[in-house]
């Protein structure tokens, strides 16, 4: 039988009647692996003996009676910028090559406590800075679907990993929409939960007000799983809030009926692709159809939703990254004779150029003299961002937005333009500058390549979020193919 | 905008990351350009509007002085890149860090 | 001009480590000492993807720091990142307070410098903050400036500090000393820092300028690092001062500089130049939520205050009648206070009697031993049965001083120790009127010189009577009753 390409919640099912032994899966996702990655390159590290070694141990369980997770078993790849112990955890970045982190972050701590199987860590744009993983310092990642294209990113290995069927379900994060983007370029299920929902504890921080962890998966039933596993209050986390576990799965195909999503105008503007236009429009009515009602809304500040992210997130970064000096961890350059000049080349040499130039730009605008008119103002912006979401998502149960403005473009197309490839990030930034739930579903293609369709929604209302996306991705037919990675 | 290679070399410097000429020369025009495009925020009045520097409404959230298991001195010592018995090794420090 | 013609501007900046069990930020222990860099784990490492939470204790002692300080207490506060690179540094970054410390406006008070004047000095206290300790750097070679490597301990990186900075109030190196000895004895009476200069869980700064006696306005300021002792801060003011009189006098301009002291030069050496300070870039910290100050703790936590040292003097001399220079010294410390008053709880006698063998020959005691007061054997209740022991005349006063050294490293019960040593003295007058009788009459010669006069010939006599019980007499009675005999 052919694994790769069932969700979760079907391989759920076979697991537990044993039509399938946890090996046998695993087994198949390496070997798919093993046919795709030389022309993918999704994944950073692949632990074998760790996966088979966990499989055996679930079917162990199961054989033996004991009571086990109905999880336990499956695969599932993560970001590199998730700690694991005893897998590298490098942030695709030389300056942290063969890192080991002595502990595990707390969503790894979840998916272990649910016996599931990690296979590996994928790849990313270093330090989680780029909206294509060519900002890897160890490779670029190419799109399933079309290979001289991007993945998107940052969490561009992760979404290629499982729009490819190398694995069913892969964790990523998101900060501008490092998650969203690489979903809709390659036509998987992208959710960023809403800020502190996740515990970040154990996500190398880029910029600690904006990050989420969040999934990639093939369908919505898999994200909500997936996010019952992941979500929880950490007491690590001091952003962490306490919430009733919720299950997303329960009531994911109630009526959404007599729900209100906002249409903000704002989104639909110049630089959207007309296409893509066209199909997240076509979403729109498919959700109509089912008695949602859609009306435009407008949300005046969003202009200056992008402008305020590339203040705060470089300024964020840039104090974030600062740990990383080559004294405790770490690659350093040991031809320095004192400590500047170590703290200087170890950084120069060892962090690529995006990273270093979103470094130097965060340092700017914190500084004496910049801090008032650069960091502060765009804090005081997004005030002003947040209250406008406030209003609209009063009367409205979420908003409908494209993902990205263009479908995936070429490897190499705006690597020499920085901020070219930042415009990339227009539609998702303001889920993350608000703190919003969003979720990105693939509505069609476009020139062979997916396009998505973002929802947003009220913060820890996941719940309702995932049902409007259940009922248009059921409504709509268009639940995820594995891509043939030609 | 006014950002230039002298400025970028002193942020750099603040920032502790060492830069080519020819990166240098690119930042420069690069964020410049970049400055150009965030300067749009000044548009906006945000007279008496409070920053935000987080978005979850949480507060106090402190935990008990309870001591906990520390590393030994070998896991805090495995990923060094220089060691010396217990310690961590750097090469000699410049008073200017400070 | 000379020295004396100028003003003395001082502000000191004062790091005291909170006596908490756990880091500020993250569980690993704070105990001193122990084996490099044992007590860390990977936040106090500044490991990637590790976050601070908040130790509750920490901030409750550092509003305790505040009320001993007589400060205001902030309704709402929050922590921000201090940036800087430096190895002892782990996250390259400190968390710190900016703009919304948790105590403000505060004040302490001390005695003017009799040369300047009298009366007391109220010395403001502009603020009182929470931050993290960094790690400690072991240079090679003996010192900085000729090591090759150096070696970093983090053991000390997350400790809970409070930083309390003090207005330009002080004016003199003396009134320097005087406020860090007193914001010892304050700190260590809310229990919250032990202030050992020497262990380094307090460390003091000083910015000191001239100006010419009679000005408002300030003059330029130099920072002084590097100061070990109170003692050592007092000297390094009065030198640095002496350089910028030695300046201004020659028509040259102070230059705003960090200068560390030099124990051995005996001067303030230049470190860098105020123009070329860094530029911290605070911000907010992210990873840590705002702090509301409920007022209710802050009074629970006011009343968890000791009485402070100037009331409990002023109670000691009003009310126990002891002189003011008994009501210093033991005030002067927390624990002998402290110690000093459960002796009187359970002593019926006068406060002064108390004292004097407080001040004594327990401190006497203390000193010898090297020890805290909290290590001494002995319980007030001990110390109040010795002194009762006194008072009944059952022991002599010298026998009474071994009966405490005993008791002091055993903890034995005093008239445990009279019984075993046999030190009882005899006081009973039928008894010694017997043996006075006794030795009157086998010294003839001495009760004639009595008689005739020389009355220091008692002394001979109660010797004599001393001899025949051992040292058990009761010495006063023996006199008493000798004089009686003799008629005198």
């Known amino acids: 039988m052919e694994l790769i390409s069932k969700p979760i919640h079907e391989l759920i099912g076979l697991l537990e009647t044993r039509a399938i032994s946890a090996e046998e899966l695993v087994r198949q996702f390496l070997d798919r692996i093993d046919q795709v990655e030389p022309k993918l390159k999704a994944f950073i590290s692949v632990d074998r003996e760790g996966a088979i070694r966990a499989a055996k141990a679930a079917d162990q369980a199961r054989s033996e009676g004991r009571a086990c997770s109905r999880l336990a078993g499956i695969p599932v790849a993560l970001k590199d910028n998730i700690c694991t112990k005893g897998i590298p955890t490098t942030c695709a970045s030389k300056i942290l090559e063969g890192y080991m982190s002595p502990y595990d972050a707390y969503v790894v701590e979840r998916l272990r406590s649910e016996e599931m199987v990690i296979i590996g860590k994928t790849n990313m744009d270093e330090f989680a800075m780029g909206t294509s993983t060519e900002n890897s310092a160890f490779f670029p990642t190419r799109?399933?679907?079309?290979?001289?294209?991007?993945?998107?990113?940052?969490?561009?290995?992760?979404?290629?990993?499982?729009?490819?069927?190398?694995?069913?379900?892969?964790?990523?994060?998101?900060?501008?929409?490092?998650?969203?983007?690489?979903?809709?370029?390659?036509?998987?299920?992208?959710?960023k939960p809403s800020y502190g929902l996740v515990s970040r504890y154990g996500l190398v921080s880029y910029a600690s007000s904006l990050d989420q962890i969040g999934l990639l998966t093939g369908d919505v039933r898999d994200c909500a799983i997936m996010l019952r596993v992941i979500a929880g209050h950490d007491s690590r986390d001091s952003t962490s809030v306490q919430t009733e576990p919720v299950d997303y799965e329960a009531n994911l195909d109630e009526e959404v009926a007599g729900m209100v999503i906002g249409l903000p105008k704002e989104y639909y503007g110049a630089g959207i692709d007309p296409k893509i236009m066209e199909l997240v429009l076509e979403a729109a009515r498919t959700l109509e159809g089912l008695g949602v009602r859609v009306e435009e809304v407008s949300i005046p500040t969003l202009d200056y939703a992008l402008a305020a992210y590339y203040v705060i997130a470089p300024a964020e970064a840039s104090s974030n990254l600062a740990r990383y000096d080559g004294v405790r961890y770490g690659c350093r350059y040991d031809r320095a004779t004192d400590s500047v000049s170590m703290f200087m080349e170890t950084r120069g040499r060892g962090l690529g150029l995006e990273v270093k130039r979103r470094i130097i730009m965060g340092t700017y605008v914190l500084s004496a003299g910049y801090y008032d008119q650069y960091y502060r103002k765009a804090q005081q912006v997004r005030t002003l961002i947040r209250r406008d979401f406030e209003r609209v998502l009063q009367h409205c149960d979420a908003l409908i937005t494209p993902t990205t403005p263009t479908i995936a473009f070429k490897l190499g197309e705006k690597t020499e333009d920085p901020l070219s490839m930042y415009m990339s990030d227009v539609?998702?930034?303001?889920?993350?500058?608000?703190?919003?739930?969003?979720?990105?579903?693939?509505?069609?293609?476009?020139?062979?390549?997916?396009?998505?369709v973002q929802l947003m929604g009220r913060k820890f209302d996941e719940a309702r979020l995932l049902r409007i996306a259940y009922a248009y991705e059921q409504a709509s037919g268009l639940q995820m193919k594995k891509a043939p990675v030609a | 905008m006014g950002l230039t290679v002298d400025d970028v070399r002193q942020v750099a410097r603040l920032a502790r990351v060492s830069l080519s000429d020819d990166?240098?020369?690119?930042?420069?025009?690069?964020?410049?350009?970049?400055?150009?495009?965030?300067?749009?925020?000044?548009?906006?009045?945000?007279?008496?509007?409070?920053?935000?520097?987080?978005?979850?409404?949480?507060?106090?959230?402190?935990?008990?002085?309870r001591v906990q298991p520390s590393l030994t001195v070998e896991e805090a010592l495995a990923n060094a890149p220089d060691r010396s018995g217990d310690y961590f090794r750097v090469p000699r420090i410049l008073e200017t860090d400070q | 001009m000379a020295l004396e013609d100028y003003e003395i501007v001082i502000g000191l900046e004062v790091h005291a480590e909170l006596k908490t069990e756990s880091k500020i930020f993250c569980g690993c222990s704070t105990r001193f000492g122990d084996r490099p860099n044992s007590h860390v784990c990977p936040v106090c490492l500044g490991m990637p993807g590790v976050l601070p939470v908040l130790n509750k204790k920490a901030l409750?002692?550092?509003?305790?720091?505040?009320?001993?300080?007589?400060c205001e207490i902030a309704e709402w506060t929050r922590f921000d990142r201090k940036q800087y690179f430096y190895p002892d540094l782990p996250k390259a970054y400190q968390i710190s307070q900016l703009d919304y410390p948790i105590c403000y406006r505060g004040f302490v008070e001390i005695p003017v410098d009799e040369r300047l004047g009298t009366g007391v000095r109220r010395v403001g206290i502009t603020r009182v903050h929470l931050e993290e300790e960094a790690g400690k750097s072991v240079h090679s070679g003996t010192s900085l400036l000729d090591s090759t490597y150096s070696l970093e301990d983090y053991n000390r990186s997350g400790i809970p500090l409070i930083e309390i900075v003090t207005e330009p109030d002080l004016r003199s190196p003396v009134e320097a000393r005087r406020f860090l000895e007193t914001l010892k004895l304050l700190l260590e009476y809310t229990g919250v820092s032990d202030c050992k200069m020497e262990e380094g869980s307090l460390r003091c700064d000083a910015n000191v300028s001239l100006r010419p006696k009679g000005e408002t306005g300030f003059g330029v300021r130099c920072e002084i690092k590097n100061m070990n002792s109170f003692k050592a801060v007092e000297t390094a003011i009065q030198r640095e001062a002496e350089r910028q009189a030695e300046l201004l006098d020659a028509g040259q301009a102070v230059v705003p500089e960090t200068r560390g002291w030099d124990e051995t030069l005996g001067s303030t050496v230049f470190m860098r130049s105020k123009e070329s300070s860094s530029d911290y870039r605070y911000f907010p910290d992210p990873d840590l939520v705002p702090i509301v100050v409920e007022r209710d703790l802050v009074e629970r936590l006011r009343g968890l205050l000791p009485e402070m040292p100037q009331q409990r003097r002023r109670r000691y001399v009003e009310e126990l009648r002891i002189p003011e220079y008994d009501a210093v010294l033991?005030?002067?410390?927390?624990?002998?206070?402290?110690?000093?008053?459960?002796?009187?709880?359970?002593?019926?006698?006068?406060?002064?009697?108390?004292?004097n063998w407080i001040m004594g020959e327990f401190l006497r005691l203390i000193n010898?031993?090297?020890?805290?007061?909290?290590?001494?054997?002995?319980?007030?209740?001990?110390?109040?049965?010795?002194?009762?022991?006194?008072?009944?005349?059952?022991?002599?006063?010298?026998?009474?001083?071994?009966?405490?050294?005993?008791?002091?490293?055993?903890?034995?019960?005093?008239?445990?120790?009279?019984?075993?040593?046999a030190l009882k003295q005899i006081s009973d007058q039928d008894e010694l009127a017997a043996i006075v009788d006794k030795v009157i009459e086998a010294n003839p010669r001495a009760v004639e010189d009595i008689r005739s006069g020389n009355h220091k010939a008692i002394g001979f006599v109660v010797g004599q009577v001393m001899r025949e019980t051992r040292g058990q007499a009761n010495p006063k009675v023996v006199n008493q009753l000798i004089r009686e005999r003799l008629g005198l």
């Open chain 3, 60 to 70: 409750e002692y550092a509003i305790l720091a505040g009320l001993a300080l007589n």
């Open chain 1, 143 to 191: 799109n399933p679907w079309d290979l001289s294209r991007v993945p998107g990113g940052s969490s561009g290995g992760s979404a290629a990993a499982v729009a490819s069927g190398e694995v069913p379900a892969a964790l990523g994060s998101d900060t501008g929409g490092s998650i969203r983007t690489p979903a809709a370029y390659c036509g998987v299920v992208g959710l």
């Open chain 1, 427 to 452: 539609c998702t930034v303001a889920a993350n500058l608000v703190g919003i739930p969003a979720i990105s579903l693939p509505c069609g293609m476009h020139e062979g390549c997916p396009v998505g």
């Open chain 2, 23 to 65: 990166e240098l020369e690119s930042f420069v025009v690069d964020l410049n350009k970049v400055l150009g495009f965030v300067a749009k925020l000044e548009e906006l009045d945000t007279t008496n509007v409070e920053p935000t520097s987080h978005v979850v409404s949480l507060k106090n959230v402190m935990r008990e002085d």
């Open chain 3, 368 to 421: 010898q031993r090297k020890i805290e007061i909290r290590e001494a054997k002995i319980s007030p209740e001990r110390f109040a049965a010795l002194l009762k022991l006194i008072d009944k005349g059952q022991i002599s006063a010298s026998a009474a001083k071994e009966v405490l050294e005993e008791a002091f490293d055993t903890g034995e019960d005093p008239n445990d120790i009279v019984e075993r040593r």
């Open chain 3, 330 to 355: 033991i005030s002067g410390s927390r624990p002998l206070a402290d110690y000093f008053e459960s002796v009187l709880a359970v002593y019926d006698g006068p406060a002064k009697v108390v004292a």
